[in-house]
């Protein structure tokens, strides 16, 4: 049975979201404790979603899968990881796109077929993941969830390859999208990546173990060096022979998303050989260079505008300020949603400090504008706490689409920068004035090697199209 889960308000300020994180180990002496690891890299990943976790770990075929609602630290605890033994083991972290959660929609999902069984999680979207669904139910596939990865599961168990890698290969061959997977067979933990190489995938090496994550700072966090990224269209297979690349798909030229190096990715990261604070900071330099204003002080919005804050402070001679501090335990929390409550997000996450802003001219920078109303509630924060004048610089283009490769946009109508001009904007949100970044600045400050980008929620230039997802994406 499906259980529907009470609707837990999370203080979310206006941001585009992360939907998943992944996390994978291969610990061929057992060495190590891979749920341990697991948990541990999960912890590293939280940004990339709140809403659910999962590890499944496989003892000598024997597969054991615990998920829950919640953070990784509510949903795990010593017993249960005690209850995870096993030689290799992946994990998910996931945000919902809708207002409640379910259970069912937590990964890892572990499904048995006549080949094995198979866990696997998924950080992406599939453009063609609603198209192949409907044709998989009308074949009798029943589905147990919403997810794209149970259409992946069942290409694989419906595949004529009798091999269940083989069976993996030839499903990856079919779908469409953005994917960055691990999955685990009863000998093999797997990592693929879609041919454009939309969501970060990386490899690292602990002792004997081998490691798979969303990002580098999950390594860093159990000591794991990090050997590369998995390319695009690569798929690895690591088992008691070692580890085995080859390519499933011709690749395609890189259409990495560049909001993660704006936004999503946690600043400790680094991808393609570029660390995203260090990525962070260029843009809020190069914005210094695009931006004429007088001011006495530049404060960053925490946390989301620090790293540009102190690239632009570098640049413009300026001096940082934190002049808004960010309460850093709100998490969730259980009142319900009523227009009350949304209207005090802001001040229970944000609050400024009088004593630095009162009388300034400020220079206010973030990463991003949405919808505009948390950047409208913060303006008006920071001028009821005195500031002379507030200039909102924003180390991005404005957003003017929305994203069908794995990230929670608002619908495009809900885009701000869809329905007013720069200075319309700038009207709304009550700034004195109002600076994006250039696309062109944006592309020429990060130095990712051999990376290409996705801009399309900026320019509207989808790599791939948008699929047969669309509809879905645009109603919800
Ligand atoms: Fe990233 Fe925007 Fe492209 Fe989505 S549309 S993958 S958010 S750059």
Redesign the pocket.
Known sequence: MVREYPLQERIKLDK?EEECGVFGVYSSTKKYNVANLTYLGLHALQHRGQESAGICVNNDGQFNLHKGMGLVTNVFDEDKLKSLDGKIGIGHVRYSTTGSSLLANAQPILTNSIKGDLAIAHNGNLINGAEMRLNLERQGSIFHSTLDTEVLAHLVARSFKDNIIEAFTHSLQQIKG?FSIVAMTKDSLIAARDPHG?RPLSLGKLGDSYIVASESCALDIIGATLIREIEPGEMLIINEEGIKSSYYSERKPYNF???EFIYFARPDSVIGGQNVHLARQELGRQLAREMDVEADMVVPVPSSGISAALGFAQESGLPYQKGILRNRYVGRTFIQPTQEIRDLKVRIKLNPIRDIIKGKKIVLIDDSIVRGTTSKRIIRMVREAGAKEVHLAISSPPVIDS?Y???D?SRRKELIATQKSVEEIADYIGADSLTYLSKEGLLDSIQANGYGF????FDGNYPIGKGTDKLAIENR
């Open positions: 585009m953005a939309f998303c560049i909001f994203c490769y794995g990230l946009t996705c801009t399309a929620c």
